[in-house]
Every structure is written in C-alpha cells, then in structure tokens.
C-alpha cells in the first residue's frame, strides 16, 4: 500500500471509528511515516543529551539493507510483511512448518490479531495513539502483503503477471517489465519482484508464485476488507477492550471508499493521495469537512518540529517540547512495537526472528 492507503484512509477509518480530528491526525501521519522513517542511530544535542531511534523501513534502491537477512528480519517483518503462521494459533504450525512457510504474511492471522490486541492493551501510554497508526499500518499491510515474505527466499518469486481488470494504466509493456526487467534487477525480498501490483488500489491480477500455484488478487477487494478491519480494530481500541463487539464502517461510507479506491485509476500515488484528501475537505464522508496535511520531510514535518531541522546533522539544538514531540513519541511506539512483535509474540509461534 502507498500513501493514499497508508494516510488518507487511514485518516478516514479513524474518524469513522469515532476519533476526533486530532487523534486522526496522528494516527494517520504514523502510519504512513512507517515508510518514511528510513533513518536510523543516535541524535545528539548540544547540551549532551541523546536520543536512540530505528528504522522502520528502507529505501528500496538500498541494496547493501535489502540484501543484509539482518535488517530484513529487523524491519521488514514486524513493519511490513508481519509473519502469518499459515492462519494457525500458538503452538500450531503450516504442513512443511519451514521458517519461510510460517513468516509469509496472510491477511488478518492469528498473529496479526495479537498484534493489534497488545496495541489496544498499550492504550494509556503517551505513544498509544502513534503506535496504533503503527499497528494498523502493519495490520492493512497483511492485506495488500499477503503470500509473500520480508526476507530474501524464492518464496517471493513473481511469474506471468498480469493485469486482469484493464485498467489501462500500465499497458502492454507491463508483462515485459515485470518478466525482463525485475527478474534480473530485484532480488525476491518481499514483493520486489511484483513491482507495485499489490500496492495499486484499483488493480486486479494474477501471477504464479515461488511455489508455482497462480494467485488471483482484486486489491479494491482487499483494501475494502483491511480498511473496514482496521476500523474495528480502532473501535477495539476505544473501548480499551481487544474482543469488544464492534461494528465497522458504515454502508455509506464504505461505498465512498470503494469507489475512490476503483475511480483513481493513476500510477502515481500522490496524485491519488491529493485526491484523497480533496474528498475529505470537501465532505464526501460522514465525519464532515477536515483539513489533512502530511509532510515528512521539510518544515512542517514531526521531525522538524521536533529538532528544528529534518536534515540529519551532527548535533541538534536542544528544545524542552522534545519529549513530548510527535516525532520522538513516534519513535519511541517504533521501538516498542518492534519489542513487542520480535520478541513477545512471534516466539509464542515457534518463530526466531533477529
């Protein structure tokens, strides 16, 4: 998924869930900074004082992380290809229950679930709300992620790809590009090989996996299912209670977002995210006109307001509001969110990871 998945509607199934504009906002903005946060290491300030922070993604073209099985299990599992143990609960396992077969995502697992509950049972924490963007981040990403897995294996392998819901967008080169171009250019980690197929909202496809089963995909399907998850699991988080009966976006509401999700029929992610937000402004959903803004990078970004500059620069002018800062509770809901997947949840599923 991109920004206007990761973003605007994230922004839209909060507010549908009952959050205000301002609770919204943050869970929105943390959600998409999961991809935007490719920076890593300590900041230092003037006065001495330090601050530790993590990555949560990596650029794709950064060959020497995508190729280190370190940093894949470190980022791209718990962020963005969140293990699914073949659907299975603790304790229980996929037939051939190899490493690779119990991390390949699968939408809305076991796993994925717990996730989601120990981000509701963190709900008091001053990061609660920047964890939960987090979450859900990682939770749509089970969707638009599902079959394919956050390390270098031939599991991810992509083969006869193809568009099936003629779209027109990518024409009749796409079937070369993705046969020529990315077999050669892109090791199988997670789904490189499938280009932004599953990442398109609008896309219906087809393609022979690693283990050679064809796999029929219709994103507007899926995104609908994640987004309405997603709400469920924020009204979960309202009532402080992971197996509260809920319900989740309305019939109205949903029918505004499938249909932007079919209509925005363009390669281009920011073009579909302006657009997102456009429809929010002017009041297409239940919730009223809101005006939404996401800069990651620049002066208006949390890492600005936070350290005064979104360069990375030796030392930083130290300023009292640090603490408490967007950016810096961000990345402290980072580090837990990592803790918690790494090493409190996977292990109760038989698996190691970093």
């Given at each position: 998924m991109q920004i206007d998945f990761h973003h605007a509607v994230t922004y839209v199934v909060a507010r549908c869930a009952g959050f205000d504009h301002?609770?919204?906002?943050?869970?929105?903005?943390s959600a998409q900074y999961v991809d935007d946060a490719t920076?890593?290491?300590?900041?230092?300030?003037?006065?001495?004082?330090?601050?530790?922070?993590?990555?949560?993604?990596?650029?794709?073209?950064?060959l020497t992380k995508n190729l280190d099985d370190k940093e894949n299990h470190v980022v791209w599992l718990p962020f963005h290809f969140l293990p699914g143990n073949g659907g299975f609960a603790a304790g229980q396992g996929p037939l051939g229950g190899s490493f690779v077969n119990k991390i390949i995502s699968m939408p809305d697992s076991p796993i994925a679930k717990e996730m989601v509950a120990a981000t509701i049972s963190d709900s008091d924490k001053p990061y609660s709300l920047h964890r939960l963007g987090i979450a859900m981040h990682v939770y749509a990403d089970t969707w638009a992620h599902q079959g394919f897995a956050g390390v270098l294996n031939e599991v991810n392998e992509v083969e006869h790809a193809i568009e099936t819901g003629k779209s027109n967008v990518f024409g009749g080169a796409l079937q070369a590009f993705l046969t020529?171009?990315?077999?050669?250019?892109?090791?199988?980690?997670?789904?490189?090989?499938?280009n932004v197929l599953p990442d398109m909202?609008?896309?219906?496809?087809?393609?022979?996996?690693?283990?050679?089963?064809?796999?029929?995909?219709?994103?507007?399907?899926?995104?609908?299912?994640?987004?309405?998850?997603?709400?469920?699991?924020?009204?979960?988080?309202?009532?402080?209670?992971p197996r509260a009966s809920v319900g989740g976006i309305d019939a109205a509401d949903m029918t505004t977002i499938r249909g932007l999700l079919t209509g925005l029929k363009t390669e281009d992610s920011n073009v579909r995210h302006q657009a997102w937000l456009q429809a929010i402004a002017t009041g297409k959903f239940s919730f009223g006109?809101?005006?939404?803004?996401?800069?990651?990078?620049?002066?208006?970004?949390?890492?600005?307001?936070?350290?005064?500059?979104?360069?990375?620069?030796?030392?930083?002018?130290?300023?009292?509001?640090?603490?408490n800062s967007n950016w810096k509770l961000f990345h402290d809901a980072l580090q837990i969110h990592r803790l918690t997947v790494l090493h409190d949840i996977l292990p109760r599923y038989g698996i190691c990871a970093a």
């Open positions: 301002p609770q919204a906002d943050v869970i929105a903005y920076s890593a290491g300590v900041v230092c300030f003037k006065n001495q004082a330090m601050y530790s922070r993590i990555s949560s993604a990596h650029e794709t073209i950064d020529d171009v990315l077999d050669d250019a892109l090791p199988p980690l997670g789904h490189a090989r499938a909202p609008f896309l219906s496809w087809n393609y022979e996996n690693g283990k050679g089963v064809k796999i029929i995909r219709d994103n507007v399907n899926d995104f609908c299912t994640a987004a309405d998850a997603m709400c469920k699991a924020m009204c979960r988080y309202q009532q402080k209670d006109k809101a005006t939404v803004a996401y800069s990651s990078r620049g002066s208006n970004s949390w890492k600005a307001q936070a350290l005064g500059t979104s360069a990375d620069i030796p030392v930083h002018d130290y300023r009292d509001s640090f603490l």
